[in-house]
């Protein structure tokens, strides 16, 4: 019988459901059929078929072909059914065996000649034929992906003549070296050292605290006081991923067009998007949704620097995410879901001239309507909001002392994050209101102090619960299991933008 079944995979997200690829050559007058809600880039895939085979030195059916793409109401899109389309060809005319495609799957562009062409978003691929335990065969140019999986029955692939010798068993495709000896942490050292920053200790001891403890932070400060300079260089205190967060974030990232180079494999992302950027680069979605930046920063850092002049809805858009850690996107066509564990750090002028101070141009009222642009629930979601000044006159000409390297910081966030994973398992910034109660290790006058504060400077429950997750931090950082007092007290110095607020209000 004439019909032959070939298995792929789709594109859905982070996800790689499994497309049956059934190809049957009936009689009648010659015609090429494609159906299974195939996209235009799929219903192209007809003429390179029928192109590489013929150039390949094969034989192309001159009968009635029918392609159908099951699941019907799966849409597919892009160059990836090539490869199984003509493999489907060839098996269902007799030209290669048909019980050589038992249990194997194929995804790959054609090129006319018969070239097999990579393809982008293949690391889910990869990892769904892992999971099934079947073999694979991908583009030999998508041989990095496959070496991060390190899956053994994945067959590289350069061309159908060497693919068809290959199921006749008559060659052998290469397969791709499974030693994963280079997945151990060795990153290179960068040259952005914190010790690089003159002065500014506030502000590096609040970079600090919220590397160890993943907070979120808001840097206020006049132009040129080194806010993004501060920001670049908290990279250099964070760990190394573990092999399955970096094969969440390569998964992430192949979907969205972007390769993962094996010594970048195991380093944390780091996003610093444009403030002219749209809701949509920054959330993820588009005609086929695609992942964001607050994806693409997943188990990383989140930059956005220039804060006020990112437009508020694109701002407002980041708020559910950054409490969920997870971002739904959905459209007519499917519902997917990214994550999006991210870590924002933010910069930003605290008014339209830059300063507050005599320095200023603005009226009060100027700078309450700069600041307005942020929403209150959005500045809500910072744990920490520190200001980084003008350095004292003469700080830039005298001779500096050698300030704390960024190695000897990273390792108390190292010492902090350790007792964190081992009293709870998960970051101080991930604890919930009862864990707090279980874990946090707070004396009840210590929470009533707190909670007149709180009273006094009209914030929200929420900032309750962030600032003793911040006191947490800043007792895990000085190896204390209980949180004192000035701990608290410590925290609430993090509070910069709500005191700017406060007296601005006054003075208008």
Known sequence: ?????????????????????????????????????????????????????????????????????????????????????????????????????????????????????????????????????????????????????????????????????????????????????????????????????????????????????????????????????LASRIMQLLPPLQYNEALEVAALHSVAGLSTKLENFVRRPFRSPHHTASAISLVGGGAVPKPGEISLAHHGVLFLDELTEFPRKVLDCLREPMETGEVVISRAAAKLTFQSKFQLIAAMNPSPCGDTDEHARATPDQILRYLSRLSGPFLDRFDLTLEVPRLPEGSLAKHQIDSEKSTDIAERVAAAQAMQQQRQGKPNHELSGNELKQVGGFKQEDLQFLEASVNKLGLSIRSFHKLQRVARTIADLNQQPQVEKRHLAQALGYRAMDRLLQRLSKQS
């Open 1 to 229: 019988m004439a019909i032959a079944c070939i298995t792929t995979r789709a594109s859905n997200g982070v996800d790689a459901p499994k497309v049956t690829v059934e190809v049957h050559l009936s009689n009648g007058l010659p015609a090429f059929n494609l159906v299974g809600l195939p996209e235009t880039s799929v219903k192209e895939a007809k003429e390179r078929v029928r192109s590489a085979l013929i150039n390949a030195g094969f034989e192309f059916p001159m009968r009635r072909i029918t392609v159908n793409l099951a699941p019907a109401d799966l849409p597919k899109q892009g160059g990836r059914y090539d490869l199984p389309i003509a493999i489907g060809i060839l098996a269902a005319s007799g030209q290669i065996p048909d019980e050589s495609t038992q249990r194997m799957e194929f995804v790959g562009e054609l090129a006319l000649s018969g070239e097999i062409r990579g393809c982008s978003g293949l690391l889910p691929v990869i990892i769904a034929t892992q999971q099934a335990d079947v073999r694979v065969v991908i583009p030999l140019e998508n041989q990095d992906e496959a070496r991060l999986v390190g899956y053994q029955q994945v067959f590289l692939t350069q061309h159908l003549q060497t693919l068809a010798a290959f199921l006749h068993g008559q060659a052998e495709l290469p397969n791709i070296n499974t030693d994963l000896e280079w997945l151990e942490p060795n990153l290179a050292q960068s040259h952005l050292c914190f010790s690089d920053v003159i002065g500014q200790h506030h502000a590096k001891l609040g970079l600090e605290i919220a590397a160890a403890g993943k907070h979120n932070l808001l840097m206020l400060g006049p132009p040129g006081t080194g806010k993004t300079m």
